[in-house]
Nanobody, 127 residues
Framework: QVQLVESGGGLVQAGGSLGLSCAASGRTFSNYGMDWFRQAPGKEREFVAA????????DYAASVKGRFTISRDNAKNTVYLQMNSLKYEDTAVYYCAAVRLYSVWQLSDNADAMDYWGKGTLVTVSS
């Protein structure tokens, strides 16, 4: 089992920045690719960003590319999401997820492939 706990959500004005963290415990963190997903009110959950097991590869949804940065610290069992130039449409509950991977080159942006999920943290961007 892997337990994931997100933190860092809150209220921010459009154009501002916010950083999210996801602390993992349980199994070997470095064996898991880490993702961020989000779900806005009335919408389906969508992929935001992914990072490989050693942090060497990242992937982003087109809507956040150039504004968001995913990173990880395997020594601290933590994955981060730095969000800059926030827009009203970034308002959502942000979820951290973990997927067991077997290569440092692998990534996954598929919510159905995730093995573990956090409970989410709310980000509200005011216009």
């Amino acid at each position: 089992q892997v337990q994931l706990v997100e933190s860092g959500g809150g209220l921010v004005q459009a154009g501002g920045s916010l950083g999210l963290s996801c602390a993992a415990s349980g199994r070997t963190f470095s064996n898991y690719g880490m993702d961020w997903f989000r779900q806005a009110p009335g919408k389906e959950r969508e992929f935001v960003a992914a990072i490989s097991t050693n942090g060497g590869r990242t992937d982003y949804a087109a809507s956040v590319k150039g504004r968001f940065t995913i990173s990880r610290d395997n020594a601290k069992n933590t994955v981060y999401l730095q969000m800059n130039s926030l827009k009203y449409e970034d308002t959502a509950v942000y979820y951290c997820a973990a997927v067991r991977l077997y290569s440092v080159w692998q990534l996954s942006d598929n919510a159905d492939a995730m093995d573990y999920w956090g409970k989410g943290t709310l980000v509200t961007v005011s216009s």
